[in-house]
């Protein structure tokens, strides 16, 4: 079964906001011809991050946590396959724990 992602309809506000920054864009490039599209896309990212709040902390976390997870389930997989059973895998859990509470409370602090 293939599942395609189908984006949100796009709101009237939204709409409209997008026809005032059109607008904001256009008469910023009648006043500076030499406009470049990439300054544009950043000053879009700027406002949009002063706005509406930058996730990239939260980005950089989760990426964090991933990375460490799969470690801990690495070496979690690799201890029981030696024959270290439950020596390691007590200590390797709780800090599983730690760090997705930790992950959690970052996440919720970030809103």
């Keep these: 079964m293939v599942f395609a992602y189908v984006p949100p309809p796009v709101s009237p506000r939204a709409q409209e906001l997008a026809q005032r920054l059109a607008q904001v864009i256009e008469e ?11 300054e544009v896309r950043q000053a879009a990212q700027l406002a949009a991050s002063r706005t509406c709040g930058s996730h990239r902390g939260v980005v950089i976390a989760s990426a964090v946590i991933a990375g460490v997870t799969t470690a801990l389930g690495l070496g979690i997989f690799a201890s029981l396959q030696h024959g270290a059973r439950g020596q390691m895998l007590l200590p390797m859990v709780l800090v ?12 919720l602090r970030s809103r």
Excluded: G, K
């Excluded at 910023?28 to 990439?38: E, V």
């Excluded at 599983?96 to 996440?107: D, K, N, P, W």
């Design 28 to 38: 910023f490039r009648q006043r500076h011809p030499d406009l470049a599209s990439l």
């Design 96 to 107: 599983m724990v730690a760090i997705i509470t930790i992950a959690l409370l970052l996440a």
